[in-house]
């Protein structure tokens, strides 16, 4: 059954707390932001659902690569251009979702700018109605870029405030000059290891190097602690 519940590493209760109010007040700013800008200019959507995932990205996990400004932002805009071409071009609809999606996902992963949500910007293109249909590519500016750089910005105010790195840096805690029994690992096997696992995984490369790294240095001070084993 672990399979089916993962819990994120390092989550703390107090980290979920704070996730919960930073996505609480990044989505109602947003709102009320986007409307100051929005609703000058006529019947043009508000807010996307789309954003309330990409919350959960920048609020909860924000050193994922997936939660990263240019991810939010150019994830979500790249695919509203693509899901409003999809629905211009292609006069079925489901055709055109399927399309959408998986155009959007090619685009971002080209652009380097994947973002889950940004697959829903997509689909909602297509599906929007009149709505997007009328603002045509317009609807990747307004309201899909105001939104993403509102809670972009956001993120980043609310991250400072708490104490966290948002746009997220890996910062090393070893310095491999003053511990070099710490750096057997090499570059070349963590990227062994990955490809023997054969899965993505939603975490940076350099963090997860760094980690691997804390972990051996924290075996081997273990190691030191306990001594030398004696045979009787």
């Not at 990044?26 to 019947?43: D, R, V």
């Not at 603002?135 to 309201?143: E, N, R, S």
Request: glycine share 10%.
């Amino acid at each position: 059954m672990r399979a089916f519940v993962p819990i994120l590493a390092g989550v703390t209760l107090r980290s979920r707390l704070l996730a919960c109010l930073g996505a609480c007040l990044g989505i109602a700013l947003t709102s009320a932001i986007s409307a100051t800008i929005i609703h000058p200019h006529g019947s043009l959507l508000l807010l996307v659902a789309p954003m309330g995932a990409a919350a959960v990205l920048v609020f909860v996990v924000p050193a994922s690569p997936l939660s990263q400004p240019w991810s939010v932002i150019g994830g979500n805009v790249i695919s509203a251009l693509v899901g409003v071409a999809a629905l211009k071009l292609v006069p079925i609809p489901v055709l055109a979702a399927g399309l959408a999606v998986g155009g959007a996902i090619l685009a971002m992963s080209l652009t380097r700018s994947l973002h889950p949500p940004a697959g829903a910007v997509a689909l909602t293109a297509v599906l929007g109605g009149p709505a997007v249909w009328d603002a045509g590519f317009g609807f990747a500016l307004v309201p899909i870029a105001v939104n993403s750089v509102a809670l972009v910005g956001l993120g980043v105010a609310f991250h400072r405030l708490t104490g966290q790195r948002y746009p997220h840096r890996p910062v090393p805690t070893s310095d491999p000059a003053r511990e070099p029994e710490a750096t057997m690992l090499t570059a070349t096997d963590l990227d062994l290891a990955l490809i023997d696992l054969g899965e993505t995984l939603d975490v940076g490369r350099e963090d997860l190097d760094e980690l691997l790294r804390r972990v051996e240095h924290h075996a081997i001070r273990r190691r030191a602690l306990a001594g030398p084993i004696t045979r009787r």
